[in-house]
């Protein structure tokens, strides 16, 4: 395909390789199955729209399957939360390569109420999150650090068998 540039031809052409830029940008996340090359320290998901009892029963199923402790929880009339104990891991080398000494990461669901039901139960729309903190050489203390894509692989079985419980839950 040809484009014919008038008297603009600058600012066209430089419109056009912005577009180009940002589709490949696009093409290229996409490509990678949605993880982000960026930093990222939490791997989100949005779980949907989901009842209370039906994220319970899923979530208390994944907990035993996956051998997850919960931590805390917390139930208000507009919030629900829930959150794993830290679970440790091995040092990836990519990590390793950086000074990182230990890693870990928890589990986090949380949920904003968005309606009642006809039988006076909430929907939330729930959220996941999966959070990455590691300890280094010459930094004190724990903080946080970027997801590796490793451990999101790691953990997407998790994620995966909790969305079919709850989707599961729903139709039933």
Known sequence: MRIRVGSGGKIASRALAAVAML???FAAGCATGGVSSQSREIWREDMGRVTRA???TGLD???RKHALQIARTQDSSREIYYETLWMT???LAEEEARGVTNARNRILLKGRRLESTMAGAGVYRITW???NEVTAVGVEGWHP???PGAVVEEFRPVYSDLMLEVRTGLIR
């Open 61 to 63: 199923k994944i907990v």
């Open 89 to 91: 891991r091995e040092v």
């Open 54 to 56: 039906t994220l319970e």
């Open 145 to 147: 650090d970027t997801v």
């Open 129 to 131: 999150e999966l959070e």
């Open 23 to 25: 589709v490949g940008g």
